[in-house]
């Protein structure tokens, strides 16, 4: 099953370190919920759904880490069925059993123009006093700026 792991910078290099993921949370799939929610979405609409679901997932990573650097990282990954359970308070969510093998990843995405709109919504998210609308706005804004795609191999450099 392909899961997508939201991180930060800084997670993706504890992972690489490790030789294993450990989700700060929640990861992303396609779920029955999402398929229920994207009914007329084919397979490849529907694993954008989800990885799109892990990129705002890592925004709320970025808001809780003063620290990490303004991109966001997803971290595809191929895991067994097994090593998943499903998370029925949000749609497409699911929780991993244990942490996932680097020899599993599939591929990386990361931010790479999209440094405005992610500080801005990492300020919104951060601001208790931001309008909700605001903060949909802004968070509308970063989901729009596309992930750049990375091979397992290439991470290293791309941390550098």
Known sequence: ???????????????????????AGPAYAVTPSLREWYREGDAEELEHAA???AAVAALDLLAADTEAAPRRVVLAAEVP????RLD????????LREPVASALWASALVDA???????????LLRDRSASPDDVDFALGEAEAAELG???V????????
């Open 88 to 95: 029925h308070e949000e749609r497409g969510a699911l929780r």
């Open 153 to 160: 191999q290439e991470l290293p450099f791309l941390l550098d």
């Open 81 to 84: 069925e097994s090593q998943v």
């Open 1 to 23: 099953m392909r899961v997508y792991l939201p991180a930060t910078v800084s997670l993706l290099r504890d992972w690489l370190a490790s030789g294993q993921a450990v989700a």
């Open 51 to 53: 990885a799109s679901l």
């Open 113 to 123: 123009d999209a440094e405005p709109a992610v500080v801005t919504a990492v300020t």
């Open 149 to 151: 795609w990375y091979g």
